[in-house]
């Protein structure tokens, strides 16, 4: 593939998972398909540059460009052998969506796969990264499918009660912080939204009965329109999500038609299937760099000094929802969790933690701001560029976070708390 930077956005077809990648760097990112003004700015690319060699072509936002090449592109200034034609993979990352499943209370630390299903992804595991995802909310957890047996042997059943049933098995407190106990949903995303809404339309011309200027759609025992929706959800300024509009902020005189709006809307979309299924996304493992001699020996070293630290001091690890930090943390690079999230890692203020999310891994100092819940932690915009999410804003992705100290205990005295990950990790 070659690259050429658009000089608007284009109208184009749904967008997809996929990954962008140049020698050392990789991103996430939606996959859109070519549309008429994509294509046609694409042969005008072409054709002003006197026709560049045959073969493939992706254009690129300006922001995609930056993060992969250190530099933004420059009209008129990218002849070869700069920016334009430069070689880059682009791949489109399979999802797949399975009924939810709800596993024994002995079962209950981690999301594991119904055997039928975990045969057919560990067959792949050598080769492929699965995620978690939540279409609509946007949360996603890595999955490490090595340990995900559920090791039912079969036994799990579908909706018709058949047996080897393919079913993702998630506990509830995973299931709280993917957004699956929310009804409705808090958060959605905004290409989610929109096509909710086109297929509330669509569905009403076909199906619906005329009610005044107010089309509505007829089955599953219940009123939609898209006005429902809009009546519950507001655009986040700045950001590519609807949030739900809180009651108490709505005028007294509409909260009647709010709450009705609001039930119509969670019973449409459990009639959808948006709380009984989760999608899987299948990505490639990207090959890491294997460094010098040095560097790998100093990361052996630390690898085992944190082992010998966890068994002397011990070890808490948890896997947490990521949400804004306080208004000044991007600056400062300050992580911020709950006071009790706090203790349970054992740390205080200005402490160090580990957060992870899939291979990635940055420490932060952490603070307290106790608006969060107990199962979220504030992370800086640079903290989520390092962990190499799909956006710089929340997105809602489920890091583990750790603490982890360089020091070990000494006469009694308490040693200084270690650093934690959005995985939570402490020592």
């Known amino acids: 593939m070659f690259i050429s930077a658009p000089r608007a956005a284009s109208a184009a077809a749904p967008a997809r998972e996929g990954c962008i990648e140049t020698p050392g760097r990789a991103q996430r990112a939606g996959v859109n398909g070519e549309g008429k003004n994509t294509a046609a700015e694409l ?134 912080m993917m957004g699956y106990l929310d009804k409705p949903f808090k958060t959605v995303r905004a290409e989610e939204y929109r096509t909710i809404l086109q297929d509330i339309s669509r569905d009403a011309s076909d199906n619906a009965v005329q009610d005044g200027t107010q089309e509505t759609l007829q089955g599953e025992k219940q009123n939609i329109s898209a006005d429902d929706f809009r009546r519950c959800y507001e655009k986040m300024p700045g950001q590519a999500y609807y949030q739900l509009i809180e009651e108490d902020s709505v005028p007294e005189e509409d909260r009647k038609a709010y709450s009705a709006s609001k039930l119509r809307v969670t019973k449409y979309l459990e009639s959808i299937g948006a709380y009984s299924s989760v ?66 890692l054992g740390v205080s203020e200005n402490d160090k933690i580990l957060i992870r999310f899939g291979d990635s891994t940055i420490t932060l100092r952490v603070l307290p701001k106790d608006d969060l819940t107990d199962y979220e932690i504030g992370i800086p915009s640079s903290g989520r560029l390092a962990l190499k999410s799909r956006s710089s804003v929340p997105s809602w992705q489920w890091p583990r976070c750790s603490r982890c100290s360089p020091y070990l205990p000494l006469r009694g005295k308490e040693s200084p708390q270690p650093s934690r990950s959005a995985s939570l990790r402490s020592l």
């Open 43 to 176: 042969e005008e690319f072409i054709r002003n540059r006197g026709g560049y060699p045959a073969g493939e072509y992706v254009i690129l936002t300006n922001r995609l460009i930056q993060l992969l090449f250190g530099r933004e592109w420059i009209e008129g200034k990218e002849e070869l052998p700069g920016l334009a034609c430069a070689p880059v993979v682009v791949y489109q990352n399979n999802s797949d969506r399975y009924e939810i499943g709800i596993p024994k209370a002995d079962k209950v630390d981690r999301i594991s796969l119904s055997s039928e299903l975990f045969r057919e992804k560990f067959a792949l595991s050598s080769k492929y990264d699965y995620l978690v995802f939540n279409r609509f909310t946007d949360s996603r957890i890595f999955l490490d499918v090595e340990k995900s047996d559920y090791q039912d042997f079969g036994r799990v059943k579908d909706k018709a009660g058949n047996p080897n049933a393919k079913k993702v098995m998630m506990p509830r407190y995973y299931r709280l």
């Open 279 to 344: 999608d899987l996304i299948r990505e490639p493992k990207r090959a890491k760099p294997k460094g010098s001699f040095f560097s790998r020996r100093r990361g052996f070293r630390k690898k085992l000094w944190l082992k010998i630290l966890g068994k002397a001091i011990g070890y808490s690890e948890y896997i947490l929802k990521t949400s804004w930090a306080g208004e000044t943390d991007d600056k400062n690079s300050v992580a911020r969790l709950n006071s009790n999230m706090m203790s349970l």
